[in-house]
C-alpha cells in the first residue's frame, strides 16, 4: 500500500517536471504548437470545470460560455478600464462568473433537461448583454490591446513559455481543488445525491446549498479560464468570447477522457483539441466541429463514462471469456 | 414600415432597424407589431409542440430540434435555387428529410444504455454540432432568404400588412395544429403517445408497445419541424447557427406554456411572437432575443409551473 503510493507520488513528480520543464524545453521555440497547446489547456480548464459540475453536482450545462465570456469581459475591463493588475483582475474575473452564477441560482429549482437549457438560455442573455452594453464592453466591435500578463521577478510571463506556465499552474491549481472538494463531506454528499437526491435530502444534506456551491466554483472557474484567454490572446468580442465553442469543445474532452475523473477532461482536452487543430482542420477548414459532434455522439452510445471506461469494459469482457 | 426592416427583424438579424414611419399614430405601429408577432407565432408553435411531444413521449428533449427545424429550411433554399420552385414546393421533400433526420435522432437515443435523461442531453447536442457543421460545409455561412416574389407579396388586411408567406404559413400551422389536436385526442396511435406520456408502464400493460410510439413522437415533431422550417424560410433570413437559437425558443415557449397542454404551447408561442415583435418596434431589432429571455426568467421565478402547466417541473 505505502511504496504503490510512493510509486503514485513518484510518477506525480515526473510527470510534474515533464509538463513544466520539458515540453517547454523541447516545444518553446515552436510558437504555432505552444500557441496550440496553451488554447487546449484553456479547454482543458473549461472542460474540468463542466465536469466538476456534471460529477459533483449532477448538473450538465451547455451555459459555460457564460461563465468564460463574463470572466473574460470582467477582467479585461478591470485591467483597462481601472488598471488593475493584470492577475488580480483575472481573480475578479473569476468573480465576476460568480456573479453571473449567482443569477442563475433560480434555475436550481428545475430539474435534469430543464437545467440544462435553462442555462442554455442564459448563455445567451449574457451575450446579449456583452452585445447591447456598448459604453463597458465595446459592443459587437470589440475590445483590443486587453494587456499581457506582466513581467514577475524578472520573468516575462507574456511570451509563448510564459502563458503556457500560467495557464498549467491555474489548470493544475483547480485540479487540487477538485480533488479536495471531491475528498471532503461535502463531496461525500455531493457524490451520494448521484445515487438518491430525496435518500440524502432525508439524512440532513442541503441539496440545493451544496448543488448552488458547486455552480459557483465551476463557475469560478471557468471565469478564472476566460481571463487568462483575455489576456493570452489580447482581444476580445461577444461572438468569441461567448461562442458556443467554449461548452462544445470542453463537453467533447470531458466525455472523451471521462467526466468522472479529474485528470480525463484536462487530458481528453489536450488529445481532442491538438487532434482537431493538427488533423481534421487540414481535411476540413470549415466545419471541422462536425468530427468532434461525432465523436460526442459515438462516445455517448459506446461509453459515456470515457474512453478509459471502454478500455476497462473491452478488459473485463476479455476476462470473462478467459 | 418597410419590409427589408420587417425581416430582419423576424430572424434576429444584426441591426437593420427599418425607418419607422413616426407621424403614424402609436397605437396603430402597436397594433401592426402584434399582428406581426401573431403570425410569427405559428412557426414557434409548431416548433415547439414537436419539442413538447418528443419530451412528453421519451422524457428527452432534443437539442438538435431546433437545426430540424433549419435542415428543412436549407432543403426549401435549394428546392428554390436549384430547380427554381416556389418554396412551398419544398414542404414535401423537407418532410421527408427532416422525419428521416428526426427518427435517426430516436434510434441514436434509443443506443444510450445508462442514465437516459442526461446523456440525452449531451447527445442531442452532438447531433445539433454534426447538423450545424453540415449546413455549414453543404450551404456554407452566408445569410440566405426566399427570392419568391410570390412569397413576400404584401397582403392587406385593413391597417395591417404582412407578407402573403407570413399569412399563409399561419394559416398552415392553425391546420396543422388542430390536425395535430385531433391525432392526439382521436387517432389511436395519438392516443398512445398520450397514453405513454402519462404512464408508461401501464400503457405497456394495455398492450401498447412504447417505442413504436416514441418513434411515432418524433417523426410527427419532425413533420412540424419542416413545416416550420420552409415557413421561417419564406418570410426570414436564415443562417447556420439559427438552429441553438430556435431550440432555445422552442424551450422558453414550453416554459411558458408548462408541459402537456396543446392550447398553453400555442398561447405561448403567439405571446413570444408578440413580445419580440413590440419589442422590435417600440426599442431596436437587437433586443429582441433578450425580450423572450426577460419573459422566460419572470415566469421561471413568479410562476414555475408555466402559465397553463400542471405538471411538477420542481426539484
Redesign the interface.
Given at each position: 500500500m505505502k511504496r504503490s503510493k510512493m510509486k503514485l507520488n513518484k510518477t506525480i513528480i515526473g510527470a510534474l517536471l515533464a509538463v513544466y520543464i520539458a515540453v517547454p524545453l523541447i516545444f518553446g521555440d515552436d510558437s504555432y504548437l505552444m500557441s496550440l497547446v496553451v488554447a487546449s489547456l484553456v479547454i482543458g480548464g473549461v472542460a474540468l470545470s463542466w465536469a466538476l459540475l456534471g460529477n459533483l453536482g449532477g448538473m450538465v450545462s451547455f451555459g459555460h460560455a457564460a461563465f468564460f465570456g463574463v470572466g473574460a469581459y470582467t477582467s479585461a475591463v478591470l485591467s483597462m478600464e481601472y488598471n488593475l493588475p493584470v492577475l488580480l483582475a483575472m481573480l475578479f474575473g473569476g468573480v465576476g462568473a460568480i456573479v453571473a452564477a449567482i443569477t442563475m441560482l433560480p434555475v436550481l429549482r428545475l430539474r435534469g433537461p430543464y437545467f440544462a437549457l435553462a442555462i442554455l438560455a442564459y448563455a445567451h442573455i449574457f451575450k446579449i448583454l456583452a452585445t447591447e452594453w456598448r459604453s463597458m464592453t465595446g459592443g459587437s466591435g470589440g475590445i483590443a490591446n486587453i494587456p499581457t500578463l506582466p513581467v514577475v521577478m524578472g520573468y516575462d510571463f507574456s511570451t509563448k513559455t510564459g502563458n503556457y506556465l500560467v495557464i498549467l499552474s491555474i489548470v493544475l491549481i483547480f485540479a487540487v481543488i477538485y480533488e479536495l472538494i471531491r475528498r471532503s463531506p461535502q463531496g461525500l454528499a455531493l457524490r451520494a445525491m448521484h445515487d438518491s437526491e430525496d435518500a440524502t435530502r432525508v439524512v440532513g444534506v442541503n441539496n440545493t446549498l451544496l448543488k448552488g456551491l458547486m455552480l459557483i466554483v465551476s463557475a469560478f472557474m471557468c471565469g478564472v479560464v476566460g481571463a487568462f484567454n483575455a489576456h493570452y490572446i489580447n482581444f476580445l468580442e461577444p461572438d468569441y468570447a461567448f461562442s458556443a465553442l467554449w461548452v462544445t469543445i470542453p463537453i467533447v474532452a470531458a466525455i472523451f477522457g471521462g467526466y468522472r475523473t479529474i485528470t480525463g477532461p484536462i487530458i481528453g482536452a489536450v488529445v481532442v483539441y491538438l487532434v482537431d487543430q493538427l488533423i481534421v482542420k487540414n481535411m476540413l477548414p470549415s466545419g471541422h466541429q462536425l468530427v468532434l459532434g461525432v465523436l460526442l455522439v459515438a462516445m455517448i452510445v459506446a461509453s459515456p463514462d470515457g474512453l478509459l471506461g471502454l478500455v476497462r469494459k473491452f478488459m473485463r469482457k476479455k476476462d470473462a471469456k478467459a | 414600415l418597410t419590409f427589408a426592416g420587417r425581416r430582419a427583424g423576424n430572424a434576429a438579424a444584426?441591426c437593420l432597424v427599418s425607418e419607422f414611419e413616426w407621424n403614424a399614430d402609436m397605437t396603430e405601429l402597436i397594433m401592426q407589431a402584434v399582428y406581426s408577432g401573431l403570425l410569427q407565432g405559428g412557426s414557434y408553435a409548431l416548433i415547439a409542440l414537436g419539442l413538447a411531444l418528443v419530451?412528453g413521449a421519451m422524457?428527452?428533449?432534443n437539442?438538435a430540434h431546433g437545426e430540424l427545424v433549419l435542415l428543412s429550411a436549407y432543403v426549401a433554399y435549394t428546392v428554390e435555387s436549384q430547380l427554381g420552385w416556389n418554396p412551398m414546393m419544398a414542404i414535401p421533400v423537407s418532410v421527408v428529410v427532416v422525419s428521416l433526420a428526426s427518427a435517426s435522432v430516436y434510434f441514436?437515443v434509443g443506443?444510450?444504455k445508462?442514465?437516459r435523461?442526461?446523456?440525452s442531453?449531451?447527445?442531442t447536442?452532438?447531433?445539433?454540432?454534426?447538423?450545424?457543421?453540415?449546413i455549414?460545409?453543404i450551404w456554407?455561412?452566408d445569410v440566405r432568404a426566399t427570392n419568391s416574389l410570390w412569397m413576400q407579396e404584401a397582403i392587406v388586411i385593413g391597417p395591417l400588412y404582412s407578407m402573403r408567406s407570413e399569412l399563409l404559413f399561419f394559416g398552415i400551422s392553425v391546420v396543422l395544429i388542430a390536425g395535430l389536436w385531433w391525432w392526439l385526442s382521436r387517432s389511436w396511435y395519438g392516443r398512445a403517445v398520450r397514453a405513454v406520456s402519462s404512464n408508461r408502464d401501464a400503457a405497456k400493460l394495455m398492450g401498447i408497445n412504447p417505442g413504436y410510439t416514441e418513434l411515432i413522437s418524433f417523426i410527427v415533431a419532425g413533420i412540424l419541424a419542416a413545416f416550420a422550417g420552409v415557413a421561417l424560410f419564406s418570410y426570414g433570413v436564415i443562417t447556420p447557427s439559427y438552429g441553438?437559437?430556435l431550440?432555445?425558443k422552442a424551450?422558453?415557449i414550453t416554459?411558458l406554456a408548462g408541459m402537456g397542454s396543446i392550447p398553453g404551447v400555442l398561447i405561448g408561442a403567439l405571446l413570444l411572437g408578440v413580445v419580440e415583435a413590440l419589442t422590435v418596434t417600440l426599442a431596436s431589432s437587437?433586443?429582441q432575443?433578450?425580450a423572450g429571455?426577460g419573459l422566460?426568467?419572470l415566469v421561471?421565478?413568479v410562476m414555475?409551473n408555466g402559465l397553463f402547466g400542471a405538471t411538477r417541473?420542481?426539484?
Open positions: - | 444584426p419530451f422524457k428527452v428533449i437539442l441514436l443506443q444510450i445508462t442514465n435523461e442526461i446523456n442531453l449531451t447527445l447536442y452532438g447531433v445539433g454540432v454534426i447538423l450545424t457543421n453540415l455549414l460545409l456554407k455561412a441553438g437559437v431550440t432555445v424551450f422558453i416554459v437587437a433586443l432575443e433578450l429571455m422566460f426568467l421561471l421565478f414555475p417541473r420542481r426539484g
